[in-house]
């Protein structure tokens, strides 16, 4: 099955800086990708998410690339606030058959933005 | 609309009870599945349905059950709760397998 790596497991910025959350699918198949963000004590929320068929996505300050042929994919966030402290988790999706996809989410990574 | 909706928030289960949770969304979503996380885990898929009367397993079915004879419900029964299931259950939906995940609130299951 697919297996996906996200790295690092916590991430402490500074106000203002840009922080980077990689994460590695292993099945060539897979070609939707979501990122998730889970604040304290809430349900995860979608915050962005990429089609195989394209690069690269932004969305004000948040950017999702994509290199299907190293099979990774990467959210970068600028100009980072406090508010954005939560957990991010990303995903990679591929298609089973039979109207099925099967959805793997990485471990998560928990990203401190230091005031 | 009130998306998707998950109760009990809270339940504590002696080891071998059985319960139900409830997921219910008013989206006309097609996909439904439940996930459980659990510290250093991440979001691990239990079940899913593709629609009305059509379930399958996910990565960690094993203790659970579900049923699917509506659009809208989606319940999750464990049979005889053990320690290990001891976890935050999330219920979610999404208009297709490879779109957005609309999540409860979830629901926080203590095991003793």
């Known amino acids: 099955g697919e297996n996906v790596e996200q790295h690092p497991s916590t991430l402490s910025v500074q106000e203002g800086d840009s922080a980077v959350i990689k994460c590695t699918y292993s099945?060539?198949?897979?070609?939707?990708f979501p990122w998730y963000k889970q604040e304290l004590g809430k349900r995860p929320q979608l915050i962005i998410d990429?089609?195989?068929?394209?690069g690269e996505k932004k969305d004000q300050r948040i950017a999702v690339t994509l290199n299907k042929t190293a099979k990774h994919f990467s959210l970068h966030i600028t100009e980072t606030q406090p508010e954005d402290s939560a957990v991010y988790f990303c995903?990679?999706?591929?298609?089973?058959?039979?109207?099925?996809?099967?959805?793997?989410f990485g471990k998560g990574t928990k990203l401190s933005v230091i005031p | 609309n009130a998306g998707v909706t998950q109760t009990p928030k809270f339940q504590v289960l002696k080891t071998g009870q059985s319960m139900t949770l409830q997921c219910a969304q008013d989206?006309?979503?097609?996909?439904m599945s439940w996930y459980r996380q659990d510290p250093g885990m991440g979001l691990r898929l239990i079940h899913y349905?593709?629609?009305?009367?059509?379930?399958d397993q996910g990565e960690v079915p094993n203790g659970y059950n579900v049923s699917r004879s509506t659009t809208e419900d989606f319940p999750l029964r464990l049979l005889s709760a053990a320690p290990s299931q001891t976890s935050v259950y999330f219920c979610?939906?999404?208009?297709?397998?490879?779109?957005?995940?609309?999540f409860g609130n979830g629901t926080r299951l203590t095991v003793t």
């Open positions: 990429i089609r195989s068929n394209v």
């Open positions: 995903a990679a999706s591929k298609y089973k058959g039979a109207g099925s996809y099967q959805l793997t």
């Open positions: 989206m006309n979503h097609e996909y």
């Open positions: 349905s593709v629609g009305a009367g059509i379930t």
């Open positions: 099945d060539s198949a897979s070609n939707y």
């Open positions: 979610a939906s999404s208009y297709a397998g490879d779109s957005p995940l609309h």
